[in-house]
C-alpha cells in the first residue's frame, strides 16, 4: 500500500484503491470520496448519515423507488427455490412467464423476448438479431448499422460503434459500416422548449441520404426516442414519425433503444406508446427490475422471431444468449417489478408528474450560466455554460454542491440532468429544484 492508497482509509471505510470504478474520475473520488450506504424511497444515506434525494432514479433506472419489500422477498423466495438453471437448452417457468407478461405491455406486434443482463448487451443483442434477420431472409449484404451523433447505447463494440458520444468511441476500435444520423439538439431553435422541440423534422432526411449512399446494405437504424445520457434530448415533433416511414420504404430495421425511456419514464409503458411510433425491434433494462438484479431484454416483432425459426427443428436458430440469459432471481425481481408498476398506476403517476417537472425545472432559466432546459416525461436537464478552459467544471461544481445540498443529480459535462423515480412527490420536485437552483448559482 503506498501513501495515496493509505489516505483512502478513513474511519470504517474500506480502503477504496482495488475497485476500479467505471465512467468515474477514479482518483478525484478517491481524494474525495462520495458513498451512499442505504436507501429507501425516493431518499439515499450517505456514509457519514445525510438524507440525500435520488433525484435521477439511481443511474434512470430505480422507478419504482428504492427498497421495496415485494420485489426483496420474490428475489428472497427465488434463491431459495431455483437460485440458477442454465439458460442453454434447458429452461425454468419463470423465464417464460417474465416474458410473456413483458410481451404483453411492449407495443403491438413486439411480443417475442430475448433476455440479457444489461442496455449494453440488449443493444448488441438486437443488432445482431437484425444481422440474422436480413441474412435468413437472404438479404445478408445488409450488414451496416445506422446510429445517431450524441447516441448512448451502452458500451459493447456494437453499442459505441453505433453510439454518437467521441470520448466513449474515439480509443476503441468502432464495428465498420457503421454511419450516424446527425444529432436533434438544435439552440438557435428550440432553446429552452417544453417537450418535443417545434423544430427539426427534416433531420430524419439525413437518413434518405445515408440509404442513398449505403442502398441495400443497411440492415438496422438505433435511435433513442429521447436521448437520455447525452442531456436528455427530446425528437422534434414528427421526427420518429419520418425515420419510421423512411426504414419501411428501404426496409431497414428501426430500433428504439428504450434503455432509458422504458418501464414509464415517459408516462407510458415504453416511448414507442407515448409517440405513436412502433419499432421493429426495443432494447430494455434498468427499469425493468428496478434496478434490484440486473437484467435487459430485447422484444423483437413476431415476424423478425419468425423469419429465424426455419431449418430443421434440432438446429440452433441464433447461436447468440449469455449465461444468465433469463436468470431466475432476475425474472423474480422483474415480475415483482411490473407488478408493482401496475398495482400503483406507476406510469399514470409519472404522466400526472410531468407537467409539474416540466414548469419548476423551466423555472431555472433565470440563474446563472444557464443556456438551455429540456424536459420531457420524468426527464429533464440543465445546460450551463462551460466555463472558460475548463469545460465540464461548472457541471461537476453544481452536482457536488447539490449533493451536499440534499439532492443527488446526474452531471454529465456542464448538462445537469434530473430523473425522479415515479414514485416523487410534488414536493420532492419542488425541493430538488431548490437545491439545484441554489448549487446552480453558488458556482462560478
Ligand atoms: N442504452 C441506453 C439508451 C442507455 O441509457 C444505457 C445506459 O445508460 C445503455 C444502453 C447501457 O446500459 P447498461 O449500462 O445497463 O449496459
Not at 119 to 126: H, K, P, R, Y
Not at 285 to 297: D, I, W
Request: charge should be neutral; proline fraction near 5%; hydrophobic fraction near 45%.
Amino acid at each position: 500500500m503506498d501513501d495515496a492508497e493509505r489516505k483512502t482509509r478513513v474511519g470504517n471505510r474500506p480502503d477504496l484503491s482495488a475497485y476500479w470504478m467505471p465512467f468515474t474520475a477514479n482518483r478525484q473520488f478517491k481524494a474525495e470520496p462520495r458513498l451512499l450506504v442505504e436507501a429507501h424511497g425516493c431518499f439515499y444515506r450517505t456514509e457519514d448519515g445525510r438524507e440525500v434525494i435520488d433525484a435521477t432514479s439511481g443511474l434512470w433506472c430505480v422507478n419504482a423507488g428504492h427498497a421495496r419489500p415485494e420485489i426483496a422477498a420474490a428475489v428472497n423466495r427465488q434463491l431459495l427455490t431455483l437460485d440458477y438453471a442454465p439458460s442453454f437448452q434447458m429452461g425454468h417457468p419463470l423465464a417464460f412467464e417474465t416474458a410473456e407478461t413483458l410481451a404483453a405491455m411492449t407495443p403491438a406486434g413486439l411480443d417475442r423476448i430475448f433476455f440479457t443482463n444489461s442496455g449494453s448487451e440488449s443493444v448488441d443483442t438486437a443488432l445482431k438479431i437484425a444481422l440474422a434477420y436480413h441474412r435468413a431472409r437472404g438479404e445478408g449484404q445488409r450488414t451496416r448499422l445506422i446510429g445517431r451523433e450524441r447516441a448512448y447505447h451502452g458500451v459493447g463494440f456494437g453499442g459505441i460503434s453505433v453510439g454518437g458520444l467521441v470520448n466513449n468511441r474515439r480509443t476503441f476500435l468502432n464495428l465498420p459500416g457503421t454511419d450516424h444520423l446527425p444529432h436533434t439538439h438544435d439552440l438557435s431553435r428550440n432553446a429552452f422548449c417544453r417537450g418535443q422541440p417545434a423544430h427539426g423534422v427534416e433531420l430524419a432526411d439525413a437518413l434518405e441520404r445515408i440509404v442513398a449512399l449505403h442502398g441495400d446494405t443497411i440492415a438496422a437504424v438505433i435511435v433513442e426516442p429521447v436521448a437520455g445520457s447525452a442531456g436528455v434530448l427530446p425528437p422534434p415533433k414528427g421526427y420518429l414519425e419520418r425515420l419510421r416511414a423512411i426504414c419501411d420504404r428501404h426496409g431497414l430495421i428501426l430500433i428504439f433503444d428504450e434503455v432509458i425511456t422504458g418501464f414509464g419514464r415517459l408516462g407510458a409503458p415504453f416511448a414507442g406508446q407515448y409517440f405513436g411510433v412502433t419499432p421493429d425491434m426495443m432494447t430494455m433494462a434498468k427499469g425493468l427490475t428496478n434496478a434490484s438484479v440486473p437484467m435487459g431484454a430485447v422484444a423483437a416483432r413476431r415476424e423478425i422471431h419468425d423469419a429465424l425459426m426455419q431449418g430443421p427443428a434440432a438446429a440452433i436458430e441464433l447461436f447468440h444468449g449469455y449465461t444468465y440469459s433469463g436468470h431466475p432471481v432476475a425474472c423474480a425481481a422483474a415480475l415483482a417489478t411490473l407488478d408493482i408498476y401496475r398495482r400503483e398506476d406507476l406510469f399514470g403517476r409519472a404522466a400526472r408528474l410531468a407537467p409539474v417537472l416540466e414548469a419548476r425545472i423551466h423555472a431555472l432559466q433565470v440563474r446563472r450560466n444557464v443556456t438551455d432546459i429540456r424536459n420531457l416525461g420524468l426527464m429533464a436537464a440543465v445546460d450551463l455554460a462551460p466555463r472558460e478552459g475548463a469545460p465540464g467544471a461548472r457541471g461537476y461544481e453544481t452536482f457536488v454542491r447539490a449533493l451536499a445540498a440534499g439532492a443527488l443529480v446526474r452531471a454529465t459535462g456542464d448538462t445537469i440532468a434530473l430523473s425522479p423515480p415515479l414514485v416523487a412527490t410534488e414536493a420532492i420536485v419542488d425541493r430538488v429544484v431548490e437545491i439545484l437552483g441554489e448549487a446552480i448559482d453558488s458556482v462560478a
